[in-house]
């Protein structure tokens, strides 16, 4: 037999029969196909059942009802804060309430919330699970809108990594969520674009990524999202801190804290920066400072106190450190011998101040830096004072420097201006520009940021100040500088009735408006002296802010009386 002859059969089991294996393939790959679509046809069901069947767990979530929310009785139910989250609470069950900040869904069995109170934040875990978490559960979870507040209920667990979108390095596994008020979908401003810092904002750009930028105008208009940044959560809570330590500190020192009246009938201040209203069919004035009554309540026998509250100025005034309506902080005291008595206050004061902030406000300190970086105040142990015409000689100094300078380079126009310093009236008062140029040379000089300049002139000193006894050109008063912006005027007060009236006149005020202040006076006055400070500029300079407007809760400046 031929072994190429056509048609030949081959033997059985010499070979494979090559259709009967692939129509095998076939049907095999077939059923793999029947069973993996029977498979999501089975899940898809059953999911749809689970979600339009009555949820087991349905009372473990939802939005709570009106009903709920009116104070019907007290369960003792205890909430921890957020803040208070630690990995030695790890096993225990918390429930804890606040805002939803994040809400991630990783799939329909799993998401994350990120939950945030009073600027901690910490990582809520739904996993579906039998009678613990559902799948309508999760749903709901993440249908819920950024900043709605919620009450959430489950164990502490301790993650194997670190949690990078969460204060809190903890978790929490969800039993429970419930919404309690729900955010509307879409925010005016977003609070992670409200929190961003300018450095983060201009590397975006570097890299080609453009972010949003809020702009001041449009935080104020919608400043209670805006207070819910980190750093405005810390710049308020410093303030808090700034008035305590004020108070403390004075009542340690033997002061009363007293509450003097707004509504007054004449200018307390001087001048036309005034708000006058109607009181009643007469004349009346919104309080420029607590000036005229504190002193009253010197002459009243209180020998030394001091107020926290508002103060009201008129001036058409658009600077980064103005506002029309501000808090003010104030003290009068008895003087013994010399206003320097009122000096030694202030320094120990301000140093005290300084050293409790620095020492309890740590993570507020941070919070506020991370997006509005600053470098830490620097302040001597006994703070520097120097007379008004040593920081006019400073200046001149500067002067004199950059003319020697300026003859022996080639320089700009710019660069001559600058290195020639600024003229100095020795008997006028310092604009802005000098203030802050004297801050730089005491920096340089005396290493500190904070500093005492006093024996101011007298023509820049209100009606009520003592003018000095070897110079009536100048007086007993005196301003504290922090970074080179004014934060303090304060001074000796004239307590001779007959001389304070002669000095109204002069500086053009109506002696019939103060009239009640003035005959104060005439029963008897102790020498005293004192001063104010705006709460809100101590917290701007200390934390180096460029706007007063960051440092107010809801701004009232020219432009602005809302919110």
């Known amino acids: 037999m031929s072994s190429d002859a056509p048609n030949q059969p081959k033997p059985e089991g010499d070979g494979v029969n090559v259709d009967a294996t692939q129509s095998k393939k076939a049907a095999k790959k077939e059923a793999a196909k029947q069973q993996k679509r029977a498979a999501a046809a089975a899940a898809a069901a059953v999911t749809a059942i689970s979600l339009d069947a009555p949820d087991p767990l349905a009372a473990h979530y939802g939005d709570i009802p009106l009903e709920d929310l009116q104070s019907k009785s007290v369960t003792g139910r205890e909430w921890t804060e957020v803040g208070l989250l630690t990995e030695g609470l790890e096993g225990q069950t918390v429930l804890v309430r606040g805002r939803v900040q994040t ?40 249908g819920l809108n950024r900043e709605s507040y919620v009450d959430v209920e489950g164990t502490v667990s301790v993650p194997s990594s670190p949690i990078k979108g969460a204060a809190q390095q903890v978790e929490i596994q969800v039993r429970k969520v419930y919404c309690i ?33 809020v702009n001041q105008d449009t935080r104020l208009n919608f400043r209670v999202l805006d207070l819910r940044t980190p750093s ?18 004075l009542l340690s020192e033997g002061f009363v804290g007293i509450h003097t009246p707004k509504l007054i009938a004449g200018s307390s201040e001087g001048g036309s920066a005034v708000f006058r209203l109607d009181y009643k069919g007469q004349p009346a004035c919104l309080a420029q400072s607590p000036q005229l009554h504190k002193q009253m309540a010197i002459c009243g026998d209180f020998g030394r106190v001091f107020e926290v509250g508002p103060v009201f100025r008129a001036e058409d005034s658009f600077t980064h450190r103005h506002l029309c309506e501000f808090t003010g902080l104030d003290v009068e005291m008895e003087i013994k011998e010399h206003y320097s008595e009122v000096m030694d206050i202030v320094d120990r004061l301000f140093v005290a101040l300084f050293d409790s902030l620095n020492e309890r406000c740590q993570k507020e300190l941070e919070a506020i830096g991370k997006q509005y970086p600053f470098e830490p105040l620097k302040y001597l142990r006994k703070t520097l004072r120097l007379t008004f015409q040593e920081g006019v000689q400073l200046l001149k100094d500067k002067n004199s420097a950059g003319q020697d300078h300026r003859s022996d380079t080639n320089l700009t126009q710019a660069e001559t201006r600058e290195e020639a310093g600024i003229e100095i009236d020795p008997l006028g008062d310092l604009n802005t520009e000098s203030e802050r140029k004297l801050g730089q040379l005491v920096l340089e000089k005396y290493g500190t940021e904070f500093y005492i300049l006093h024996r101011y002139p ?7 100040t003592m003018p000095c006894s070897d110079d009536p050109t100048y007086s007993n008063s005196f301003d504290v500088f922090i970074r080179g912006e004014e ?60 706007n007063i407007r960051k440092t107010s809760l809801f701004p009232r400046d020219p432009l602005r009386i809302a919110p």
Not at 204 to 209: C, R, S, T
Not at 235 to 249: A, K, L, P, Y
Not at 507 to 536: N, Q
């Open 487 to 546: 934060i303090i005027s304060g001074a000796q007060r004239v307590h001779l009735p007959d001389f304070l009236a002669t000095r109204a006149e002069a500086c053009g005020i109506d002696v019939k408006t103060i009239s009640t202040y003035v005959d104060s006076f005439r029963y008897g006055a102790p020498p005293h002296g004192g001063f104010g400070v705006g709460l809100e500029r101590v917290v701007m300079l200390f934390c180096a802010l460029n």
């Open 181 to 213: 008020s729900k955010a509307v979908p879409t925010l005016p401003i977003n609070i992670e674009d409200a929190a961003r810092s300018e450095v983060e904002i201009d590397k975006a750009l570097q890299a080609g990524e453009q972010l949003v930028r």
């Open 458 to 464: 007298l023509a820049v000193r209100p009606f009520y």
């Open 103 to 142: 809400v991630r869904a990783v799939s329909k069995k799993m998401a994350f919330l990120i939950v945030r109170e009073k600027g901690f934040t910490v990582q809520c875990v739904l996993l579906v699970s039998p009678d613990v978490v559902s799948l309508g559960m999760v749903k709901f979870a993440t």
């Open 232 to 249: 405005n959560q810390g710049i308020f809570r410093i303030q808090c801190q700034v008035e305590n330590i004020f108070r403390q500190f």
